[in-house]
């Protein structure tokens, strides 16, 4: 089988890309999908919260899901779902499995990893005690609870304050159980700031900062559970130990982008975002890869994944049309602060603006965002407050960053 685009990801990156794509006049275009359904995660997000920026409306995740699906579906697009991604070869064979085609190769022109990502699990993170049932990820939850219709537990104690795990924490309440409490090993939260408002204070849900779990009991099931606060280098402080009772432990504690497939392609991957290391683009080093959305750095709303998806089918689609762009590349670094910059190169084409995106490693308040260029820093934004819990995002005019003989620094300065 041939295809000019392939689109690895049919959620909200993918399907956005696709549509995107298709708009720009590619017209062989075919997205894989590993589960029954198109749409990703969202199917089983039904909180609200979802299409604020993408379609000025505020929607729950399946809503959002919907909408998107139906685009792609309404453009004509092929979908092929419950097939299996399993390997991407340097030339651009993709080779898949499906179960009434089989094992099966599709020759690309291009190709856009949108795989998402996936939870860090118990063995991730090394917890110790019994290895017994009620230990599940936020996401697993979710997904019994919204899916299946099966409440997983009625006492909870939530491990992480990611964004899943912090919205999970609200509606564990609204369904009946009790949510013991929430452990956090940072000083701060690892989701947006309004969930722990309006998940966690609006809940009278106790969090404790700065600790751990070093124990889990029980016979069978969870029982209980024991916290301690941890030091400076994230190691628990003996005598600080506390137990408590429980019959389910939830682990939010974050994200990691599914680039088992890019590390087979040989795509250079980047040890901060996990992901693939791409130009603004972005193209992966392997020419005529793309990739975005959570695969390619975890975002914090699934509107910025879906215009991201949008920029890698407009890019790829221009690929096709006129072929990779010969021109002059620049490396982004991480300055004081920043934790994954995107994108890590720059390319001296055209006089449009280039939008860069980071975390940042602790929480600053009346800080300043500054882009160095060559050691100078040529344009600088003020931020009251950033937090690792929210991307940092911000546009360069192309031209001041052309100028840069050796490399760009985005840095914090507080």
Same mark, same amino acid.
Request: hydrophobic share 40%.
């Given at each position: +089988?041939?295809k000019?685009?392939?689109?690895?990801?049919? %959620?909200?990156?993918g399907?956005?890309?696709?549509?995107?794509?298709?708009?720009?006049?590619?017209?062989d275009?075919?997205?894989?999908?590993?589960?029954?359904?198109?749409?990703?995660?969202?199917?089983?997000c039904?909180? =609200?919260g979802?299409?604020?920026?993408?379609?000025?409306?505020?929607?729950?995740?399946?809503?959002f899901?919907?909408?998107?699906?139906?685009?792609a579906?309404?453009?004509?697009?092929?979908?092929?779902?419950?097939?299996?991604?399993l390997?991407?070869?340097?030339?651009?064979?993709?080779?898949?499995i499906?179960?009434?085609?089989?094992?099966?190769e599709?020759?690309?022109?291009?190709? *856009?990893l949108? +795989?998402?990502?996936?939870e860090?699990?118990?063995g991730?993170?090394m917890?110790?005690g019994?290895?017994?049932?009620g230990?599940?990820?936020?996401g697993?939850?979710?997904?019994?609870?919204?899916?299946? %219709?099966?409440?997983?537990?009625?006492? *909870?104690v939530i491990l992480?304050s990611?964004d899943?795990?912090?919205? +999970?924490?609200?509606?564990?309440?609204?369904?009946?159980?009790?949510?013991?409490h929430?452990?956090?090993? +940072?000083?701060?939260?690892?989701?947006?700031?309004?969930?722990?408002?309006?998940?966690?204070?609006?809940?009278?849900?106790?969090?404790?900062?700065?600790?751990?779990?070093?124990?889990?009991?029980?016979?069978?099931?969870?029982?209980q559970? #024991?916290?301690?606060?941890?030091?400076? =280098?994230?190691c628990?402080?003996?005598?600080?130990?506390?137990?408590?009772? &429980?019959?389910?432990?939830?682990?939010?504690?974050?994200?990691i982008p599914?680039?088992?497939? #890019?590390?087979?392609?040989?795509i250079e991957?980047?040890?901060? #975002?996990?992901?693939?290391v791409?130009?603004?683009?972005?193209?992966?080093?392997?020419?005529?890869?793309?990739s975005?959305?959570?695969?390619?750095?975890?975002?914090?709303?699934?509107?910025?994944v879906?215009?991201?998806? #949008?920029?890698? %089918?407009? =890019?790829?689609?221009?690929?096709?049309?006129?072929?990779a762009?010969?021109?002059?590349?620049?490396s982004?670094?991480?300055?004081f602060?920043?934790?994954?910059?995107?994108?890590?190169?720059?390319?001296?084409?055209?006089?449009?603006e280039?939008e860069?995106?980071?975390?940042?490693?602790?929480?600053?308040?009346?800080?300043?965002? &500054?882009?160095d260029?060559?050691?100078?820093?040529i344009?600088?934004?003020?931020?009251?407050?950033?937090?690792?819990g929210?991307? &940092?995002?911000?546009?360069?005019?192309?031209?001041?960053?052309?100028?840069?003989?050796q490399?760009?620094?985005?840095?914090?300065e507080?």
């Amino acid at each position: +089988m041939k295809k000019d685009l392939v689109i690895i990801g049919g %959620g909200a990156a993918g399907l956005s890309a696709a549509v995107e794509a298709k708009k720009q006049g590619i017209r062989d275009i075919l997205v894989l999908e590993r589960s029954p359904y198109l749409g990703g995660i969202l199917r089983q997000c039904i909180h =609200n919260g979802f299409g604020v920026h993408k379609y000025k409306e505020d929607l729950t995740g399946v809503e959002f899901a919907y909408r998107i699906s139906s685009e792609a579906l309404n453009a004509d697009i092929e979908c092929l779902t419950n097939t299996f991604a399993l390997n991407i070869s340097p030339q651009k064979v993709i080779s898949a499995i499906h179960p009434e085609k089989g094992l099966f190769e599709i020759q690309a022109k291009a190709i *856009i990893l949108a +795989m998402g990502c996936r939870e860090r699990s118990r063995g991730a993170l090394m917890i110790p005690g019994k290895r017994i049932a009620g230990i599940i990820t936020a996401g697993t939850a979710q997904h019994y609870l919204n899916i299946d %219709g099966y409440l997983p537990g009625k006492n *909870i104690v939530i491990l992480g304050s990611g964004d899943i795990g912090l919205i +999970m924490a609200r509606q564990f309440v609204m369904e009946g159980a009790r949510v013991e409490h929430v452990v956090e090993i +940072m000083p701060y939260s690892g989701g947006l700031a309004r969930n722990i408002s309006q998940c966690l204070e609006d809940f009278d849900i106790p969090i404790s900062y700065n600790s751990t779990i070093v124990d889990i009991q029980g016979k069978g099931r969870v029982e209980q559970v #024991t916290i301690a606060k941890v030091d400076e =280098n994230r190691c628990p402080i003996p005598g600080t130990e506390f137990e408590l009772p &429980c019959d389910t432990l939830l682990i939010s504690a974050g994200l990691i982008p599914e680039n088992e497939l #890019t590390r087979a392609a040989g795509i250079e991957l980047s040890e901060t #975002t996990k992901g693939a290391v791409v130009d603004d683009n972005l193209m992966s080093s392997l020419e005529g890869v793309f990739s975005c959305g959570n695969v390619l750095h975890v975002h914090d709303l699934v509107d910025f994944v879906s215009m991201e998806g #949008t920029k890698a %089918g407009r =890019n790829a689609a221009r690929y096709l049309k006129m072929g990779a762009v010969e021109n002059k590349a620049v490396s982004v670094k991480d300055g004081f602060g920043v934790n994954g910059v995107v994108p890590q190169k720059i390319l001296f084409d055209g006089d449009d603006e280039v939008e860069f995106m980071f975390r940042p490693k602790n929480k600053y308040k009346n800080c300043k965002i &500054c882009i160095d260029v060559d050691g100078n820093c040529i344009k600088e934004m003020k931020k009251m407050v950033v937090t690792p819990g929210e991307m &940092c995002s911000f546009r360069v005019e192309r031209t001041l960053l052309n100028q840069a003989e050796q490399d760009i620094t985005v840095r914090l300065e507080v």
